[in-house]
């Protein structure tokens, strides 16, 4: 096994225009610095900043045209 077949492995991948997919486990915050449970191995991140479920990504991005 190599380190990149590792099961704690993580990949961001910048969408274009929208979200950040994070592929792995992540230690994930609150701003007020409580944990965000993560119960899927891939999450989408918001980035423009509009979600109604922030940080992840509703598709909101869309509806804004947001441009990355």
Do not use: W, Y
């Amino acid at each position: 096994m190599t380190a990149s077949d590792s099961k704690d492995d993580v990949e961001v991948v910048a969408c274009t225009n929208g979200p950040l997919l994070v592929r792995g486990k992540i230690d994930l915050r609150a701003s007020n610095g409580e944990p965000i449970e993560q119960s899927r191995n891939t999450v989408a991140l918001c980035r423009c900043g509009v979600s109604a479920i922030k940080p992840f990504c509703d598709g909101t991005h869309k509806l804004i045209n947001f441009t990355a």
